[in-house]
């Protein structure tokens, strides 16, 4: 298997990437705001490695900007001082840390990585996924339950002012509103939700905001029924 | 004694999330929900750190960063934002700011990035 790899540089990432096989093409940048614009340029690369506190953007707002911006998914291997090494489920697999130094052993999980990337993965059709707050718990219950109960209470009132705001025509605080309430909406990783917010924060004109809100509103109908059904002790 | 950081955020969730993780990780957290108690709780309490959002009800979380770099300048701030564009980043830092985590955080990262700010103090 021949990859592209694009390397942001210093002592560790350049040891790093002498222990990858031969065959593997391998770029170097001097920062991460440079591998941006080298994934933007050219979406050719299966791995970007980079130090966890890579200038000026850390490989974690590297991987974030990546995700939101340039829609683009490339996998991101972090090396960094402190952590267990291994693939970062909370990254939807994307994202793999090893401690520094990385040595031949570490490897593997680059491999690991890369081949998770390759392989489709199974696809859901649930409205929402408790895997963010697993992560976040360490898959705590009690904290898991509380959570949703505040996403159902907070969002459902956050949903009401947000049609009010509508209903007289206050686009600005629409816009606040959806910002609001996206973090809630990425936690339980609804993506539709998650891009209708942006939309209403950013992008969408004002005849679009009415058919947004609704869809707004019928996703998070969505996830509650299915959390209803699931967890019937919240009702 | 228990390092004291003040969170500033108005999602309930992201603040029940920051909440659970920074106490497992032995700091003492104290929540305000907007600019305005964020000042009244600075007014009255000494803290080694303060996490804010940058979209905040009544004061921004920009005139917040203004108010503590004045204040009290060597606290450490880092802001928590949903915002993932260079320009927001870019001001954030030119604000004095000393770090800057996009929500959702992931816990890893708070966990380090916490340490690190705390480190400086």
């Known amino acids: 298997m021949h990859l592209n790899i694009l390397v942001v540089e210093d002592n560790n990432t350049e040891k790093a990437a002498r222990l990858l096989p031969e065959d593997w093409q391998v770029t170097y940048c001097d920062n991460s705001y440079d591998a941006i614009q080298l994934i933007k340029k050219e979406d050719s690369f299966q791995l970007l490695m980079l130090d966890e506190y890579a200038s000026p953007l850390s490989a974690y707002q590297t991987f974030d900007y990546l995700k939101s911006e340039i829609k683009t998914e490339v996998p991101v291997l972090v090396l960094g001082e402190e952590g267990e090494n291994g693939i970062l489920e909370h990254y939807q697999n994307k994202m793999a840390f090893i401690k520094k130094p990385v040595t031949n052993s570490d490897i593997k999980i680059i491999n690991d990585l890369i081949e998770k990337n390759f392989v489709p993965k199974e696809v859901s059709d649930k409205a929402y996924s408790l895997d963010y707050l697993n992560a976040i718990s360490d898959s705590n219950f009690e904290f898991i339950k509380e959570t949703l109960v505040i996403f159902r209470t907070s969002v459902k009132d956050k949903l009401i002012q947000l049609k009010e705001a509508l209903g007289q025509n206050d686009f600005k605080s629409v816009a606040e509103i959806a910002h609001n309430i996206k973090p809630s909406f990425e936690m339980l990783e609804n993506k539709t939700s998650v891009h209708i917010c942006d939309l209403l924060n950013n992008r969408a004109s004002k005849e679009e905001v009415p058919e947004l809100v609704t869809e707004l509103e019928s996703q998070f109908d969505k996830i509650n029924a299915e959390l209803e059904n699931d967890f019937p002790e919240l009702i | ?121």
């Open chain 2, 1 to 121: 004694m228990k390092k004291k950081i003040l969170v500033v955020e108005d999602n309930p969730m992201v603040v029940k999330s920051l909440e659970f993780k920074l106490n497992k990780d032995g700091y003492e957290v104290v929540v305000a929900v907007d600019g305005r108690v964020a000042l009244d709780t600075l007014k009255n309490n000494n803290f080694d750190l303060v996490i804010t959002d940058l979209m905040l009800p009544f004061i921004t979380g920009s005139q917040l960063i203004e108010h503590i770099k004045k204040e009290t300048p060597t606290t450490p701030i880092i802001v928590l934002s949903t915002a993932t564009q260079e320009d927001i980043i870019m001001d954030a830092f030119t604000m004095g700011v000393d770090d800057f985590i996009t929500k959702p955080f992931s816990p890893n990262e708070l966990s380090l990035r916490v340490k690190r700010s705390l480190g400086k103090t």
